[in-house]
């Protein structure tokens, strides 16, 4: 099992234990019932607007990261042809420019270059 795999069901696990918990103080505790009843009876608009607004934003941000998750494996990207030198056959032209945005590339290590405009990475 992965390390992440790990974290997000500990934190699943804690979540309905805490959740669990606030609602098993809600039906044995008095005040809190009181304190609910009233806040959400004088939040009768904000309510409605504030869930709305929640579901724009949660909605939002699923379609902006499957976008992009989308355009990273590639699925939305053209594909990279390699160059060849003027009489040699076994070497694959030396990449200087970003084939997506033509933007020079700035080096990063010894064998990876990184576009400085789109921001995508190249290996040699």
Not at 60 to 80: D, E, K, N, Q, V
């Amino acid at each position: 099992m992965s390390r992440k795999l790990l974290v997000i069901g500990v934190q699943f696990a804690l979540n309905i234990f805490l959740a669990g918990w606030l609602y098993d103080e809600y039906l044995h505790n008095r005040f809190m019932q009181d304190y609910l009843a009233s806040t959400f009876s004088t939040a009768s608009f904000v309510l409605p607007v504030g869930l709305v607004a929640f579901a724009a934003i949660v909605g939002g941000s699923f379609t902006a990261y499957s976008r992009r998750h989308h355009i990273s494996t590639g699925h939305a990207t053209p594909r990279l042809t390699t160059e060849m030198f003027v009489g040699s056959e076994e070497k694959p032209a030396i990449l200087d420019t970003c084939p997506f945005c033509n933007a020079p590339l700035k080096s990063i290590s010894e064998n990876r270059f990184q576009c400085r405009k789109c921001r995508r990475y190249f290996k040699k």
